[in-house]
């Protein structure tokens, strides 16, 4: 009786430790800071905005899609070194003239080692030009280890090259890193809205992933009507980027919420971008 009794009290305690340790914060967002021609988006303003607000936050890793811009990118680095030291990308640089990076840049308070990056093989449009792609990190948080991945997959409606590099993320990355004792997250812009239920399901079906509610109000990540960057009024908010877990048997709890950072300018908020961040708290068994 004494032995069930002491096995039950060191379950409960190990379960507590769990769930009061704290978490692991991740930060996954598309700052949509274009190459240089594009002059219209108010990029130094919102890359010195940008860096204020991931300076003044708690975020472990944050995880940004989107950062092409060189000028922009030393902005944002420069101001948060001193607490994100370890900063990785963007992955995949062009060497030519016409051809620009995959604007996956990762800034960390946590070394990471990378594994391996990819270029997709195919893409189309703007998307070729970016030399859009994925890439995977291993750390270790509080002596547990976590793999994370994070991928900006092809835009404009093109779902048949979008199930094609979800394959390839998961034969290069996901299958070849994959460890039984350790929890894979897998972040990004997906270009893929939730409401196509048959797409969603294909995507967390070829990643063999797992997704999760949100427990903020704000349900999107693309909002056309709501967002100022965007400001469309036909247009319909879209959920389309995404923190999802493999071997998430390893993760006691995760909360996921959307944000929407913005900056005063004159008398208006203004978004910092066109599309909302996604943060997530990983509490890691």
């Known amino acids: 009786m004494k032995c069930i ?16 340790s704290s978490p692991l914060r991740i930060l996954s967002w598309n700052v949509y800071l274009l190459p240089v021609l594009s002059l219209f988006n108010d990029n130094p303003l919102r890359a010195r905005a940008i860096a204020d607000e991931i300076y003044d936050s708690n975020y472990d890793v944050v995880v940004f899609q989107e950062a092409f811009s ?11 070194r001193e607490k994100y030291p370890f900063q990785y990308g ?32 195919e893409s189309t449009g703007f998307d070729a030009v970016a030399r859009k792609g994925a890439v995977i990190f291993e750390g270790e948080f509080k002596g547990k280890k976590f793999q994370l991945l994070t991928t900006h997959l092809q835009a404009d409606g093109k779902p048949g090259i979008r199930e094609r590099q979800l394959e390839e993320i998961r034969q290069q990355l996901l299958h070849p890193y994959s460890d039984v004792h350790i929890p894979q997250v ?10 196509d ?5 294909g995507m967390l079906r070829v990643l063999e992933a797992a997704d999760g509610e949100l427990s903020s109000s704000l349900r999107y990540s693309y909002d056309e009507r709501g967002n100022s960057l965007l400001r469309r009024p036909e247009g319909n908010p879209k959920l389309i980027d995404y923190i999802l877990l493999r071997n998430d048997g390893l993760i006691h709890r995760i909360e996921r919420k959307i944000r929407a950072f913005q900056r005063l300018v004159g008398e208006e908020m203004h978004h910092l971008s066109d599309h909302y961040a996604l943060e997530a708290e990983i509490h890691l068994y």
Not at 93 to 119: D, E, F, Y
Request: with cysteine; aromatic share 6%.
């Open 90 to 121: 963007p992955v995949n640089q062009g060497r030519a003239l016409h051809r620009t990076n995959s604007g996956l840049w990762i800034v960390s308070r946590i070394p990471l080692t990378l594994k391996k990056s990819i270029l997709f093989s």
């Open 186 to 195: 897998i972040c990004g812009d997906f270009n893929i809205e939730k409401s």
């Open 70 to 80: 060189a000028t922009n990118r030393r902005r944002i680095a420069r101001r948060i």
């Open 197 to 201: 239920s048959s797409t969603y399901d």
């Open 5 to 20: 009794l002491l096995i039950l009290l060191l379950s409960l305690m190990n379960t507590v430790t769990a769930s009061d």
